[in-house]
């Protein structure tokens, strides 16, 4: 984009999609950045056979999850990889909905290690267009933020807390960041200002809910904290991978068992 005004409406509020690739019978698409990830899910599925994908660096399988019809990719990390996998994984199965699941970064203050995430609205974290008058995270053409499927959400969230096991940290709901940008402690604070109660930050899950939103298909999104952005001293800031990729794969389980 030039430094030029950009020639687009300020005003937009949310995406139109011009026809819905979706379908009432197609799979359940999730979607992990990491093979880590992807591997907790797929460990928990049936029949699970691998699907040819076009997109050097991105697997796809397909199988049962619990009763219900399910692929996961593997997309690889960051938003350009991110939104092609997505993208021609929706050409190519027309699910009936996406979920991002797989690690995040703990952003609020108060958010813990090993919490899963209910996204329900999205923004990018690095998008800057504000001299023009777009809200901080705000794409010129989008919409200020991507919103998940509200029934999705809502299943999503009471599937993370039926999957919840004692010592897990609680359930949380709300906004969620990505970016080409590792939010590192002294990038945490500036952001938290930015974007007054965002929970997590990650690299892919907004580009994710991006592209759904342009083909018209439902999304949400359940991710587990593996660090914490900018820690205080008395907080555990970091839980192995292996954890959280499990504790989001539980949650995405009990999701598509209640579809």
Do not use: K
């Not at 019978?25 to 029949?47: F, K, R, S, T």
């Amino acid at each position: 984009m030039s430094q030029a005004h950009p020639d687009t409406d300020q005003s937009t509020s949310e995406n139109v999609p011009r026809g819905s690739l979706t379908s009432s019978d197609g799979p359940v698409l999730i979607v992990a950045a990491m093979e880590q990830e992807a591997a907790a899910v797929i460990e928990l599925m049936e029949a699970a056979q691998p699907v040819a994908a076009p997109l050097t660096g991105v697997s796809a399988v397909r199988g049962r999850l619990r009763g219900s019809d399910v692929v996961v990719v593997t997309t690889g990390i960051g938003i350009a990889a991110a939104s092609a996998a997505a993208t021609w994984a929706i050409l190519e199965t027309r699910p009936r909905a996406v979920v991002a699941v797989g690690s995040c970064g703990g952003l609020a203050a108060d958010v813990e290690v090993g919490t899963v995430i209910v996204g329900d609205c999205f923004a990018y974290s690095i998008a800057d267009a504000t001299a023009f008058g777009y809200a901080p995270g705000q794409v010129p053409g989008s919409p200020e933020r991507f919103t998940a499927d509200p029934a999705w959400a809502d299943l999503a969230e009471q599937a993370a807390h039926a999957s919840h096991q004692d010592g897990d940290a609680p359930v949380r709901r709300g906004l969620m960041l990505s970016g080409d940008a590792f939010v590192t402690a002294p990038l945490a604070e500036p952001m938290r200002q930015r974007f007054p109660g965002a929970l997590s930050a990650d690299m892919e899950t907004t580009a994710t809910a991006h592209t759904a939103a342009a083909l018209g298909v439902p999304m949400t999104a359940l991710r587990a904290v593996s660090d914490l952005c900018g820690p205080s001293a008395d907080q555990q800031f970091h839980l192995e991978l292996a954890i959280v990729a499990h504790r989001s794969a539980r949650a995405v389980a009990h999701l598509v068992a209640s579809r």
